[in-house]
């Protein structure tokens, strides 16, 4: 996705070389034709975990979609296969909103989450740029209806992680485990803001008010709550009664958070974005930006920006 969207925007199309490899590699290794299935962790290039992820076909499909978008590929065929597939793993009509989880034994899981159908929603406006075909716009219109208006109102108006079978909040699940990089508890300031940009998105092709009113009061009650004025950043999380849960500094979220405010500031036109734009670049320059060897330092900082790792690049969670 990375190298499709950036050899596209910056006019560069050796970058789409590299792009092509990571497709060919998701089909060849990651795809098993039997089944027509995608294996989550391969080990020595073999299939290892063969949990069926909805969140990872939503990046399955916003790979394809970024290659038809960039000019790669030239057919709209793959991108409407994966959407298919999650079509009928997935997608339950009832709720509006998709499963997570099927097992290797092909039993679907319980757990209902929002941060599957996030990023499915916002691979959904990608297959929609990339196609022009309207049922993918108009599909992840209706996974930011319920999540951001639906399921947001039973938590109190922000999107909550965790949901039962019957998407009830769950607010039990995971309460021991913080820190975990795909099912944390608590709300995440990262995910109130990528469905900001998720509905700025969707906005941009569907200009309904709701959008832009809640892209606002999600983005606003985020930062408001979790920009650490004493050493810069947006912590990781916070709990029901609003107090940090974990104060640590991920990168990931201060780059949704420099993504969705460019998007605020164009869409509204309202100062205070600009200058939160400009305050959050001079913190992630300060801390993030390896000037010596280009890209952004490790997964997380500790509150007051100290490095927990020296790792730059780190499968499933950190890439640039």
């Given at each position: 996705?990375?190298?499709?969207?950036?050899?596209?925007?910056?006019?560069?199309?050796?970058?789409?070389?590299?792009?092509?490899?990571?497709?060919?590699?998701?089909?060849?290794?990651?795809?098993?034709?039997?089944?027509?299935?995608?294996?989550?962790?391969?080990?020595?290039?073999k299939p290892e975990d063969m949990t069926q992820q909805a969140y990872g076909y939503a990046f399955v499909l916003a790979a394809h979609a970024a290659a038809r978008l960039a000019g790669v590929t030239s057919s709209d065929d793959v991108v409407a296969s994966i959407f298919d597939l999650m079509e009928r793993r997935f997608w339950l009509p009832q709720h509006r909103a998709y499963a997570d989880t099927i097992g290797a034994d092909g039993v679907l899981d319980d757990y209902r989450g929002q941060n599957s159908n996030m990023h499915t929603c916002e691979a959904?406006?990608?297959?929609?740029?990339?196609?022009?075909?309207?049922?993918?716009?108009?599909?992840?219109?209706?996974?930011?209806?319920?999540?951001?208006?639906?399921?947001?109102?039973?938590?109190?108006?922000?999107?909550?992680?965790?949901?039962?079978?019957g998407f009830e909040v769950d607010w039990e699940y995971n309460k021991h485990d913080r820190k975990n990089i795909y099912r944390p508890w608590g709300f995440q300031p990262g995910h109130q803001i990528e469905w900001t940009k998720n509905l700025l998105n969707i906005h941009r092709h569907m200009r309904k008010d709701w959008m832009l009113r809640r892209a606002r009061e999600l983005f606003d009650a985020a930062y408001d709550l979790c920009w650490d004025n004493e050493h810069g950043g947006l912590v990781y999380g916070f709990d029901p009664q609003k107090e940090w849960c974990d104060d640590e500094k991920y990168f990931w979220v201060q780059a949704e958070t420099i993504a969705s405010l460019a998007l605020l500031h164009s869409a509204t036109g309202d100062v205070k974005y600009r200058e939160r734009y400009d305050a959050l670049w001079r913190y992630i320059w300060a801390n993030w930006v390896d000037h010596k060897h280009g890209a952004w330092y490790c997964f997380k900082q500790t509150r007051d920006n100290r490095r927990c790792s020296e790792e730059k690049a780190i499968a499933g969670a950190k890439c640039d």
């Amino acid at each position: 996705v990375n190298f499709m969207l950036s050899g596209k925007l910056l006019h560069r199309p050796e970058l789409f070389d590299l792009g092509r490899h990571g497709l060919q590699f998701l089909n060849d290794c990651h795809f098993v034709c039997d089944g027509e299935l995608y294996a989550f962790t391969l080990r020595n290039g073999k299939p290892e975990d063969m949990t069926q992820q909805a969140y990872g076909y939503a990046f399955v499909l916003a790979a394809h979609a970024a290659a038809r978008l960039a000019g790669v590929t030239s057919s709209d065929d793959v991108v409407a296969s994966i959407f298919d597939l999650m079509e009928r793993r997935f997608w339950l009509p009832q709720h509006r909103a998709y499963a997570d989880t099927i097992g290797a034994d092909g039993v679907l899981d319980d757990y209902r989450g929002q941060n599957s159908n996030m990023h499915t929603c916002e691979a959904l406006i990608l297959a929609y740029e990339a196609t022009g075909d309207d049922r993918y716009l108009r599909r992840a219109e209706t996974l930011a209806e319920t999540f951001t208006q639906t399921l947001a109102a039973k938590a109190g108006g922000l999107v909550w992680e965790h949901y039962t079978v019957g998407f009830e909040v769950d607010w039990e699940y995971n309460k021991h485990d913080r820190k975990n990089i795909y099912r944390p508890w608590g709300f995440q300031p990262g995910h109130q803001i990528e469905w900001t940009k998720n509905l700025l998105n969707i906005h941009r092709h569907m200009r309904k008010d709701w959008m832009l009113r809640r892209a606002r009061e999600l983005f606003d009650a985020a930062y408001d709550l979790c920009w650490d004025n004493e050493h810069g950043g947006l912590v990781y999380g916070f709990d029901p009664q609003k107090e940090w849960c974990d104060d640590e500094k991920y990168f990931w979220v201060q780059a949704e958070t420099i993504a969705s405010l460019a998007l605020l500031h164009s869409a509204t036109g309202d100062v205070k974005y600009r200058e939160r734009y400009d305050a959050l670049w001079r913190y992630i320059w300060a801390n993030w930006v390896d000037h010596k060897h280009g890209a952004w330092y490790c997964f997380k900082q500790t509150r007051d920006n100290r490095r927990c790792s020296e790792e730059k690049a780190i499968a499933g969670a950190k890439c640039d």
